[in-house]
């Protein structure tokens, strides 16, 4: 079964306000968290990761906490834009290779 | 930019036929991911290829479900005797180490009738 999931499966936001999509996961030994955005008709972008010997880690826009006493990491976008419009996956790294993906949560913008 | 590339971008089948997908990563890569997603769901792993070595198969694939990667360079994915259970996006990905950051196709969208 899953090793991650997420908690809720849509969420809408305003444009111009902050979005946070949360996730959780199983393993307690899980030490590599990756979130993916996923617009209509593309496959799956890279947006940021993070290790377990991180609590937060922050890219352009985006920002990524982990919380490993309760097993959850959630991505929040600051200023939500339009273009942020999309599936966002969260997925772990569970071999050197193989990732296993939570099932999504569809982001809308509203205008 | 020359990013992962995925043939055909959609094909519609009937049943029992055949069908094959192709993967041209980006250049440099040296692994190469396969990975299926059906609708409203996350990308599931299907197999992964390290050069022209393919070092596993998901349980996912059954034998109807081959996929290699000859020279190390492009690879294939071919579905024999198609059931309605495969129609699924078949998405491609690429890297050149190992982390979590895949540079994923834009995939194939099968559909079996």
């Given at each position: 079964g899953?090793?991650?999931?997420?908690?809720?499966?849509?969420?809408?936001?305003?444009?111009?306000?902050?979005?946070?999509i949360n996730c959780a996961y199983s393993n307690s030994a899980s030490d590599y968290f990756i979130w993916y955005k996923q617009e209509?008709?593309?496959?799956p972008q890279f947006i940021i990761d993070i290790r377990s010997n991180?609590?937060?880690?922050?890219?352009?826009?985006?920002?990524?906490?982990l919380n490993k006493t309760v097993k959850h990491l959630s991505l929040?976008?600051?200023?939500?834009?339009?273009?942020?419009?999309?599936?966002?996956?969260?997925?772990?790294?569970?071999?050197?290779?193989?990732?296993?993906?939570?099932?999504?949560?569809t982001v809308t913008v509203r205008a | 930019d020359t990013g992962v590339s995925q043939n055909p971008r959609h094909k519609?089948?009937?049943?029992?036929?055949?069908?094959t997908f192709r993967c041209d990563p980006i250049s440099?890569?040296?692994?190469?991911?396969?990975?299926?997603?059906?609708?409203?769901?996350g990308p599931e792993f299907l197999t992964y290829f390290q050069n022209e070595a393919q070092l596993e198969k998901s349980r996912l694939l059954s034998d109807r479900f081959s996929a290699e990667?000859?020279?190390?360079?492009?690879?294939?994915?071919?579905?024999?005797?198609?059931?309605?259970?495969d129609s699924a996006m078949y998405l491609c990905a690429s890297s050149l180490s190992p982390s979590g950051e895949l540079f994923f196709g834009e995939?194939?969208?099968?559909?079996?009738l």
């Open positions: 899953e090793s991650v999931g997420l908690h809720l499966p849509t969420l809408s936001v305003q444009e111009g306000d902050n979005s946070i209509s008709g593309k496959g991180m609590d937060k880690r922050q890219g352009q826009r985006v920002t990524v906490l929040q976008i600051a200023a939500t834009q339009p273009g942020d419009s999309a599936v966002y996956f969260c997925a772990e790294l569970v071999s050197d290779y193989k990732l296993s993906f939570g099932a999504g949560t | 519609i089948t009937k049943r029992g036929q055949n069908v440099e890569h040296n692994r190469l991911y396969w990975y299926r997603q059906t609708l409203g769901q990667r000859p020279k190390g360079s492009f690879s294939t994915l071919e579905i024999q005797r198609t059931e309605q259970g995939g194939s969208r099968l559909t079996v």
